[in-house]
Structure formats: structure tokens, C-alpha cells
């Protein structure tokens, strides 16, 4: 499994534009990136997933370039709500199983 | 739609007891997970049942066991329980065994080994 490297907190303000990078420098040809949302004593929520390029949803937009060796979670005019940890996950889905890795992702804190 | 629901929400329990954690999946998915959450880490996967079937197993010992009813819904089992059992367990369920990222995690159920 590729391992990956987020930073450890973030800070932010509401109404800005917050980008959490991630890197996963031996992702496989195979692996996707997928980002992960956990608000305390609540189970993670799934909030996006890419291969490459740019996904975008009613949520985030996940930039990935061309080396797929980092990724972007881009979350667009945060509120305070949008406090919680977010986590980057790298693999590849396989008939064998749902596992899920996950590292100790970023704590995002969103102040007024 | 009902998520995924999990109880009991909190349980406290001694050093040595057994514990049995109850989780239903989303109705039509098939496969659940279990994670092990400790405060200020990841969770960590226990076990995936697929079909009434183990599909995957994590790094755990023994103590820790799981199986699927008829009706998708699961138990988490810990024997002898040790005071770093205290965690957070989260059920999460899918669609299908294998091919997504895409899980849905309940609540959790708190547990404090005493």
C-alpha cells in the first residue's frame, strides 16, 4: 500500500479556500486517492475519490497531476462546520476486500 | 434511508470481561467492516465480512472475532479485554466485497475498559 504524508494541522478562516495536500510519492499504477472527512465521535464520511486530473463535486475538487505522486483536496469558502480531520487514503480497490488504510490526516480548524 | 447503525453508543467494562458490538448496515449492502479507532489516530481495520463470509483480517489477535447474519446486519466480539481495547469501533458498510473506497461508517460505539 502507498503510503502517505499529510501535514498535521491546518488553520483557516471562513469564506476562504482551503487546500490540503497530500504525498504519496510510490503510488502504484493502479491505486486511487481518496479523501476521507471525520467529525469528532462520528464515523469518517467519504468525500471524494480521483484517479488523475480533476474531479470535482457539490462538495470539494481533488487535484491531481500528472505524475500522481500528490494530490490537492481543495474545499471551497469553508465555514465553521467544515472543522474536522481529514484523512488521504491511496490504493486500489480489489475483489478481495473494502480494506481501508487509514494515516493520522490533517486537523483542519476553521475560525471566524 | 436509514444509515448504518451501530449500539450500544457508549459501554464501560472491566479488564478480562467480553464485549459483543451490533452493527446494521444500510439496507441493500451486503458488506460490513469493522475499524478500531484509538483517540488521536486513524481507525485501523479489524475485520470486512462479505456474504456471510470473512473477506479480509487486520493486524489483531485472536481476542477479536466478527460474523455476518442472514440479514447483513453483524457482531464484533472481544474476549479477555485489555485496557487498550479502549477505543472507538466503527462499522462501516458497502454495496459489494471488493472494487470501492466509497463505505459508509456508523456512528461507533464508544468502549472504556476499566
Known amino acids: 500500500l502507498a503510503k502517505t504524508t499529510q501535514p498535521i494541522s491546518m488553520d483557516s478562516y471562513e469564506g476562504q479556500e482551503v487546500n490540503i495536500t497530500c504525498s504519496h510519492n510510490n503510488i502504484a499504477t493502479n491505486d486511487y486517492i481518496t479523501w476521507y472527512q471525520q467529525f469528532p465521535s462520528q464515523g469518517p464520511r467519504f468525500i471524494i475519490q480521483g484517479y488523475k486530473t480533476k474531479v470535482t463535486n457539490e462538495v470539494a475538487s481533488l487535484f491531481i497531476p500528472a505524475d500522481r505522486k500528490s494530490s490537492t483536496l481543495s474545499l471551497p469558502r469553508v465555514s465553521l462546520s467544515d472543522t474536522a480531520v481529514y484523512y488521504c487514503l491511496v490504493g486500489a480497490p480489489t475483489g478481495g476486500g473494502n480494506k481501508l488504510t487509514f494515516g493520522t490526516g490533517t486537523q483542519l480548524k476553521v475560525e471566524l | 434511508d436509514a444509515g448504518v447503525t451501530q449500539s450500544p453508543t457508549h459501554l464501560i467494562k472491566t479488564r478480562g470481561q467480553h464485549v459483543t458490538l451490533r452493527c446494521s448496515p444500510i439496507?441493500?449492502?451486503?458488506?460490513v467492516s469493522w475499524y478500531q479507532q484509538v483517540l488521536g489516530q486513524g481507525p485501523q481495520f479489524i475485520f470486512q465480512y462479505y456474504e456471510k463470509e470473512e473477506r479480509g483480517r487486520g493486524n489483531f489477535p485472536d481476542r477479536f472475532s466478527a460474523r455476518q447474519f442472514p440479514n447483513y446486519s453483524s457482531e464484533l466480539n472481544v474476549n479477555a479485554l485489555l485496557l487498550g481495547d479502549s477505543a472507538l469501533y466503527l462499522c462501516?458498510?458497502?454495496?459489494?466485497?471488493?472494487?470501492?473506497?466509497?463505505?459508509?461508517f456508523g456512528p461507533g460505539t464508544r468502549l472504556t475498559v476499566t
Open positions: 462501516a458498510s458497502s454495496l459489494g466485497g471488493g472494487g470501492t473506497y466509497e463505505q459508509y
Open positions: 439496507s441493500g449492502h451486503k458488506s
